[in-house]
């Protein structure tokens, strides 16, 4: 088994409270890599000595990379096409637009430039749709919500995210539990995104809150 992705929420949970190294830790951990991406475990300052052995044993701060970036021609989204440890590829999309475009009772829309990243679940999907590409590539695998995760991360270097969709490679509910680890993550520290700013979108329906849907 390879090196497991920091941001695999219930391996790294799981892993430190298995050695006694109090979990308050690992938001902290996040937020060191998110802002310093090439950082070797070492760096990482004030983490018990426990923690350092562990890391560098079992985690990597990455476990996908990011082997394209294209941007459209008017600059409204960004691609990214992401490697996966296992050699596979998922897609994830910026999604740029400016809130004040318009107007709203005859006066200027409130707001200002926004970042919605859709973000993929699987590599490829069962559930076949004729309209969608993914469907035609058939199953491959489920994402780790660290995979899931990392796309967030990724796009962050590019573009302020405001707004999370599930709605790339996959079928977001067939990866239910992976999908939930990482929603909780993006709504927790150190990503703080709303829930209702992260969108799950299924086959037949689309969650526009997860906590009401019953999703966390």
Partial sequence: ??????????????????AGINTHFIPFIWKYVIKNPNCEWDEIPDLPSAAYSLLRSKFKTFTSSVDSVINSNDGVTTKLLVKLQNGAFVEAVIMRYDTRLGKYGGKPRPGGPRSTLCISSQVGCKMGCKFCATGSM??????????IVEQLVHASCLS?????????????????????????????????????????????????????????
């Fill in 160 to 216: 302020q995210i405001r707004n999370v969709v599930f709605m790339g490679m996959g079928e977001p509910l067939n990866n239910y539990s992976a999908v939930v680890e990482a929603v909780r993550a993006m709504s927790g520290a150190p990503f703080q995104l709303s829930p209702r700013r992260i969108t799950v979108s299924t086959e037949n329906l689309t969650y526009k809150h997860p906590v009401q849907s019953n999703l966390l």
């Fill in 1 to 18: 088994m390879g090196f497991r992705s920091i941001f695999d929420v219930p391996d790294v949970r799981a892993e430190f409270e298995k």
């Fill in 138 to 147: 058939g199953f491959k695998n489920n994402l780790s919500s660290g995979e």
